[in-house]
């Protein structure tokens, strides 16, 4: 089968070869003329599967049929996966001059609430900034929509988007198509029956082989102990080195300040990195991202906010500093290798507290990981220096006061909700010191017991 095969139109089948896209993916074959033929969809496949064209070469058909702005409405869960599919849309749909909004947060509102004034064909939004951009102003409107995707669905529909879903949903016509997509989609079928109201057609991968991530991915382990784990982060990427010199690797911590310091701690061992994570402003976070898919920078440490959706063609091992407690989690993490057919290989760092996990990742999956073999003397020699360069990093980032631009963002949340932060941060300061004491009293409860 090929694009042409699909109802495709012609200048769309050129722009696809042009592309080097010559074979549909199956996930492409069963949805692309569902979409084109009006019906709402649902599509479920392993990542790199080209679910993003899915989507977008049918809307780009209607869009060329009947140009008009604002025509579609793209939801993202991050910033960076928004710009990512922009881009695509832009590549395919640049001979019929396609009008293009991202819309994040991280950016100017007032250039934003511009680009939305002039109605563009595409607009690419996170669901937090665009609610902010329907509340505050009324120079655009999503009445005309003819087309609603949500890309990254589980994530968008799990719960923390819900008050900003549901500011974006009331601005919306009733007759649309809507088309939801991801890697894993399980647990959003139920509630996909509030946002649509026309039969919606379902297709999810069916690889008998019970694997949720792609075959060529070798998926390993490295046993730790958890006071060490930095030292055997940086030996097995010493190993990786020794027979893959120029690899991209990709890093995966849990929060925004373990991924800074360890960002610098590497950098500080002669491991040249660039971070990603929610702390950082967004021109950097775009500025490193482009760096590291440009091979200028080979290793990107990141928080969960690169684990869905990025598509960086030529990334060879990913590696969890700490493995995700979700295993959904783990599943979009190590998707960032293996991508399109390549081969790659995700190794985890687990210590004895994250055996379970571990098991449950593997459940999951349908797999076992296999040992990925590092040389403990090697982390003997290291881990001073690692400890050491780890220590200052910590004590640079306290002294920069790491977290406070998240601080003043949650005081004018609060003054924005009309509440008084400061009587809201002596409020969580009275229960923060009654549980302490109370804690007091039952470690001291014990103590008598005890004798």
Excluded at 88 to 109: H, P, T
């Amino acid at each position: 089968m090929t694009f042409a095969t699909l109802n495709l139109s012609q200048w769309l089948v050129e722009q696809c070869n042009f592309m080097g896209l010559k074979y549909p993916t199956p996930i492409q074959q069963n949805c692309i003329p569902r979409i084109l033929a009006g019906e709402d969809c649902i599509g479920c496949a392993k990542t790199g599967s080209g679910k993003t064209l899915t989507f977008a070469l049918p809307i780009l058909q209607k869009l060329s049929e009947e140009p008009y702005g604002i025509f579609t409405l793209v939801l993202t869960p991050t910033r960076e996966l928004a710009f990512q599919i922009a881009d695509q849309f832009s590549a395919i749909g640049k001979c019929i001059g396609l009008r293009k909004s991202v819309i994040v947060g991280g950016m100017d509102m007032v250039i934003q609430g511009l680009e939305l004034s002039k109605h563009p064909h595409i607009v690419v939004a996170t669901p937090g900034r665009l609610a902010d951009h329907l509340e505050s102003c009324n120079t655009f409107s999503l009445k005309q929509i003819k087309f609603l995707v949500l890309d990254e669905a589980d994530r968008l529909l799990e719960g923390h988007f819900d008050g900003q879903l549901k500011t974006i949903f009331e601005s919306l016509p009733k007759q649309k198509q809507t088309l939801l997509f991801s890697a894993t989609m399980t647990d959003t079928l139920n509630k996909v029956k509030h946002i649509t109201s026309k039969k919606v057609f379902i297709w999810e991968s069916n690889d008998k082989s019970g694997v949720a991530t792609v075959r060529e991915l070798d998926q390993r382990y490295v046993l730790c102990p958890s006071n060490v784990r930095d030292s055997f982060l940086v030996e097995t990427i010493r190993t990786f080195r020794a027979s893959n010199e120029n690899g991209s690797i990709m890093i995966f911590t849990d929060t925004c300040k373990h991924c800074q310091v360890l960002s610098m701690t590497l950098n500080d061992v002669g491991f040249k990195n660039v971070a990603l994570h929610s702390m950082i402003k967004q021109k950097d976070r775009l500025a490193a991202l482009t760096q590291f898919k440009s091979n200028h920078i080979r290793i990107l440490i990141a928080t969960d906010v690169a684990a869905r959706g990025l598509d960086i063609p030529k990334v060879e091992l990913v590696i969890n500093h700490i493995i995700p407690n979700v295993p959904k989690e783990y599943i979009h993490r190590v998707g960032r290798t293996a991508r399109a057919g390549k081969s790659g290989m995700a190794v985890t760092l687990i210590t004895p507290h994250d055996i379970k996990l571990l098991h449950a990742v593997e459940d999951t999956i349908g797999t076992k990981l296999t040992e990925y073999k590092v040389n403990d003397k090697e982390i003997v020699t290291i881990l001073t220096q690692i400890s050491v360069a780890k220590r200052e990093a910590e004590m640079k980032l306290d002294e920069k006061n790491f977290y406070e631009k998240k601080i003043i963002n949650k005081r004018k949340k609060l003054i924005l909700e009309g509440k008084d932060p400061d009587e809201i941060e002596e409020i969580i300061e009275k229960k923060k010191r009654h549980k302490a004491k109370k804690k007091q009293v039952l470690e001291n409860r014990r103590g008598k017991s005890s004798v």
